[in-house]
């Protein structure tokens, strides 16, 4: 059984920085490419970024240059570093395992419960 635990968010400030994780269980994790989502209020989930077992990686030009996503095979887990947050930033951020085909990413159909990252003002 597949299962996918995220963890970090919290309350942040513009420009601030948040590091989530997420801890896999139940999957062949080295096999899989593991992705990060995210689902504001009213928007549809968006794939922010993913990262094959190998470390290549991928990001939504929305947070190019300000998220980094790695890595831990031994550990089966997945980290999304994220740097000079804004607003916009706002969402649940889940976790995913997947993988790429037809090209693009594919999640299977396995989510955690999500850490909500929002904005004090």
């Known amino acids: 059984q597949v299962q996918l635990v995220e963890s970090g968010g919290g309350l942040v400030q513009p420009g601030g920085s948040l590091r989530l994780s997420c801890a896999a269980s139940?999957?062949?994790?080295?096999?899989?490419?593991m992705g990060w989502y995210r689902q504001a209020p009213g928007k549809q989930r968006e794939l922010v970024a993913a990262i094959t077992s190998g470390g290549s990686t991928n990001y939504a030009d929305s947070v190019k240059d300000r998220f980094t996503v790695s890595r831990d095979n031994a550990k089966k887990m997945v980290y999304l570093q994220m740097n000079r947050l804004k607003p916009e930033d706002t969402a649940v951020y889940f976790c995913?395992?997947?993988?790429?085909?037809?090209?693009?990413?594919?999640?299977?159909?396995?989510w955690g419960q999500g850490t909500q990252v929002t904005f004090s003002s």
């Open positions: 995913s395992a997947g993988y790429y085909g037809g090209g693009r990413y594919n999640p299977n159909d396995s």
């Open positions: 139940g999957i062949a994790f080295s096999l899989v490419v």
